[in-house]
């Protein structure tokens, strides 16, 4: 059992950045692949990226490569997803998942473990 908690998440001016965190809890953080999904009103929950457990793979949605970078620390149970050069439509909530396994995924029910969500608000 993971718990997630999401965090960093506001309002931003178009071209902006920001940087999420996901906090976990337990003693087994190193053992999860970790995601970050949005979704926007209306809209499905959809990918946005990736990182396997160790964090030497990382993997992105089209929509985000080369504005955004995500990461891990192990020691300290917690995930970041940065994003630069942000868009009116990165709007959404923003996920934190978790799943057990070793490989790259982008589908949201593969994931068993989620946070609450953050909310990212981006103007133009």
């Known amino acids: 059992q993971v718990q997630l908690v999401e965090s960093g998440g506001g309002l931003v001016q178009a071209g902006g950045s920001l940087r999420l965190s996901c906090a976990a809890s337990?003693?087994?953080?190193?053992?999860?692949?970790m995601g970050w999904f949005r979704q926007a009103p209306g809209k499905e929950r959809e990918f946005v990226a990736t990182?396997?457990?160790?964090?030497?793979?990382?993997y992105y949605a089209d929509s985000v490569k080369g504005r955004a970078t995500i990461s891990r620390d192990n020691a300290k149970n917690t995930v970041y997803l940065h994003m630069n050069s942000l868009k009116p439509e990165d709007t959404a909530v923003y996920y934190c998942a978790a799943r057990v396994g070793a490989f790259v995924t982008t589908t949201a029910r593969n994931y068993g473990y989620w946070g609450q969500g953050t909310q990212v608000t981006v103007s133009s």
């Open positions: 990182i396997l457990r160790s964090g030497g793979t990382t």
């Open positions: 337990g003693r087994t953080f190193s053992s999860y692949t």
